[in-house]
């Protein structure tokens, strides 16, 4: 028996979009990051359950990165990244900004991010003489 055909979406809920499109890894954190008004739909922020149809722009905040998008496709699944990318298209002043940001960072790289993990037996007793001396 062959699969059921499913009827093309129209409308889909804005976080379920946001975690099909690859922004957020799970829909809680889609749906926390639109409650914080960190996603507008077409200018204006937007809840969890509003629907966002083929045509819409959204701007999101996801991290430290603006991204400012053209909804092309709806899909309620999540696919692979390559397929999730065809679900939208970055605008062009949206893609400079990134990529100057990059830049930036690139060149004034902020403090200690290039620390990883727990500090070393010395790191730790400079860190306490610090700590003392204040």
């Keep these: 028996m062959p699969p059921p055909i499913r009827a093309p979406l129209l409308a889909l809920r804005a976080d379920k ?3 099909a499109a690859r ?11 639109i409650r914080a008004g960190h996603v507008k739909l077409n200018g204006n ?3 969890v359950a509003r629907e966002v149809r083929a045509g819409n722009q959204l701007e999101i905040m996801a991290g430290d990165v603006w991204w400012t998008v053209d909804v ?9 990244a390559s397929e999730a990318q ?8 949206s893609r400079t900004r990134r990529e100057a940001r990059k830049d ?4 004034a790289p ?5 620390l990883r993990g727990r500090p070393t037996k010395k790191a730790r007793r ?6 003392e001396g204040h």
């Design 17 to 19: 979009w946001l975690w």
């Design 110 to 114: 902020v403090p200690g991010s290039d």
């Design 104 to 107: 930036a960072s690139r060149l």
């Design 86 to 93: 065809q679900l939208y298209e970055e605008t062009s002043e």
């Design 23 to 33: 922004f957020f890894k799970t829909r809680s954190l889609a749906a926390e990051a």
């Design 45 to 47: 922020a937007i809840k």
């Design 72 to 80: 092309l496709g709806l899909n309620d699944q999540r696919r692979p």
């Design 126 to 131: 400079q860190i306490h003489r610090f700590n």
